[in-house]
C-alpha cells in the first residue's frame, strides 16, 4: 500500500514539472528609450528564461531651411537601426514584480548628412557621417505585471567597436576629403535606459 502511494506521489510530482516546464511563452512590444527612439521586442521561451529579438529603435529625419538672411538653403538628413540578439533570466520577487538580468550582442547603423547652397543654389558645404557599431551589452532590469502586459525597464552597460567614416567637400578647392577612424569605447549612461511595454502570451506544448 505504502509503495502505491509513494508511486502515486511521484508521478504526481514528475507530472506537475514536466507541466511547468512545458508552458512556453511569447511576449511582443514595443521599447523605448529616452522617448526619441522607439523599437520592436519579440521575446520567446519560459516565465524563467526567454530568448529575445529587438528591432533596436531607429530614427530618422530630413530637414530642409531657407535662411534668408544669410542667402542660404540647408538640407539635414539623419537616420540610425540597428538589432539585438540575446538571453535574459528572471527573478520573481512577488506576483507583480520580477527581476531580469542577462546579456545581448547587436549592431548599429547611423548616418548624418548636412549640406548647404547659396543663393544661386551653388554647394557651399557637404558633410556626412557613417558609423557602424558591433556591441555586447549586458541586460539589468525589471518587470511590473499588470495580468498578461509587463512594463519594464533595463539598463544596458556595453562595449562596442565603431568603424566611422567622415566625409567633407571644400568649395574652394571643390574637392572632398575622407577621414576614416575606428575605437573602442564602453560605459554606461543614463541614455541607455529602456522602458518596454510587451503583451505576454501562454500557451502548452502538445504532448506527443
Known amino acids: 500500500m505504502k509503495y502505491s502511494i509513494a508511486f502515486s506521489f511521484l508521478m504526481l510530482l514528475s507530472s506537475s514539472l514536466f507541466s511547468q516546464e512545458s508552458k512556453k511563452i511569447i ?4 521599447t523605448t528609450r529616452n522617448l526619441t527612439d522607439y523599437g520592436i521586442t519579440f521575446r520567446r521561451g519560459t516565465n524563467n528564461s526567454l530568448w529575445r529579438f529587438n528591432a533596436i529603435s531607429s ?5 530642409i531651411n531657407d535662411n534668408i538672411n544669410n542667402n542660404q538653403n540647408t538640407k539635414n538628413r539623419d537616420f540610425g537601426a540597428g538589432f539585438q540578439v540575446g538571453k535574459e533570466r528572471r527573478t520573481n520577487i512577488s506576483n507583480r514584480f520580477e527581476l531580469r538580468h542577462g546579456a545581448d550582442v547587436g549592431f548599429n547603423y547611423n548616418t548624418s548628412k548636412y549640406k548647404t547652397y547659396n543663393n544661386n543654389n551653388l554647394l557651399n558645404l557637404d558633410r556626412s557621417n557613417t ?5 555586447i551589452n549586458a541586460v539589468l532590469g525589471f518587470n511590473f505585471i499588470f495580468n498578461s502586459f509587463l512594463l519594464g525597464a533595463e539598463i544596458q552597460p556595453n562595449i562596442r567597436y565603431s568603424f566611422r567614416t567622415s566625409k567633407n567637400y571644400n568649395s574652394f578647392s571643390k574637392t572632398y576629403t575622407t577621414d576614416k577612424s575606428n575605437f573602442l569605447s564602453y560605459g554606461i549612461s543614463t541614455s541607455d535606459i529602456r522602458i518596454s511595454f510587451v503583451y505576454k502570451f501562454e500557451k502548452e506544448n502538445k504532448k506527443k
Open 27 to 30: 511576449e511582443l512590444g514595443f
Open 59 to 63: 530614427n530618422g529625419q530630413i530637414l
Open 131 to 135: 558609423n557602424y557599431s558591433p556591441k
